[in-house]
T-cell receptor
Framework: AQSVSQHNHHVILSEAASLELGCNYS??????LFWYVQYPGQHLQLLLK??????LVKGIKGFEAEFIKSKFSFNLRKPSVQWSDTAEYFC????????????FGTGTRLKVLA | DVKVTQSSRYLVKRTGEKVFLECVQD?????MFWYRQDPGLGLRLIYF???????EKGDIPEGYSVSREKKERFSLILESASTNQTSMYLC????????????FGPGTRLTVT
């Protein structure tokens, strides 16, 4: 069955700490990969995406993610978090063909302490 | 910029009422989606539409129906609202083609009492 796993449900970090959020997927065929972020009271917005090419993808606000095909993973990283990164983060996968349905992970709530 | 609007940010309805949630996009996108977002469950797909008058069931369609009479508008209908449909409802849109991301509306927080 198609699925996306985010193993960290809640993460608490101090400002300037490094961040890595895990995302593993189970999906047949070629995939597109996404990280979305939802800041408190705001709508979901795209953080970064991977379609093809360089497996290290850079997104907005200093975030990056690495696609490791052999591990079916697309982990999100940031070397130094800020209080304003407090949000919920969602990993998502879609197929490159067919109906382009997305499968979302259950989300990771990140709290950054000032 | 893609703009996706939803008819209400907050809605309170009674059990058994018929509820309409509307989503409008201004970018001529073919594909539109309705999700519900619940704590610890992430986003779950209710229905999606890839063209006017076309619809497909998502993963949790029970208790819901949809309507897409015009390309820019996608409505989610709760035929008889129940308390377990209390949730945040998100609309999303994106154009045809494999290499695009979805754009989300602000969401409607529905409470059924």
């Amino acid at each position: 069955a198609q699925s996306v796993s985010q193993h960290n449900h809640h993460v608490i970090l101090s400002e300037a700490a490094s961040l890595e959020l895990g995302c593993n997927y189970s999906y047949g065929g070629t995939v597109n990969l996404f990280w979305y972020v939802q800041y408190p009271g705001q709508h979901l917005q795209l953080l970064l995406k991977y379609f093809s090419g360089d497996p290290l993808v850079k997104g907005i606000k200093g975030f990056e993610a690495e696609f490791i095909k052999s591990k079916f993973s697309f982990n999100l990283r940031k070397p130094s978090v800020q209080w304003s990164d407090t949000a919920e983060y969602f990993c998502a996968v879609s197929s490159t063909s067919g109906t382009y349905k997305y499968i979302f992970g259950t989300g990771t709530r990140l709290k950054v302490l000032a | 910029d893609v703009k996706v609007t939803q008819s209400s940010r907050y809605l309170v309805k009674r059990t058994g009422e018929k509820v309409f949630l509307e989503c409008v996009q201004d970018m001529d996108h073919e594909n539109m989606f309705w999700y519900r977002q619940d704590p610890g469950l992430g986003l779950r797909l209710i229905y999606f539409s890839y063209d006017v008058k076309m619809k497909e069931k998502g993963d949790i369609p029970e208790g819901y129906s949809v309507s897409r009479e015009k390309k820019e508008r996608f409505s989610l209908i709760l035929e008889s609202a129940s308390t377990n449909q209390t949730s945040m409802y998100l609309c999303a849109t994106f154009p045809s083609g494999a290499y695009y991301e979805q754009y989300f509306g602000p969401g409607t927080r529905l409470t059924v009492t």
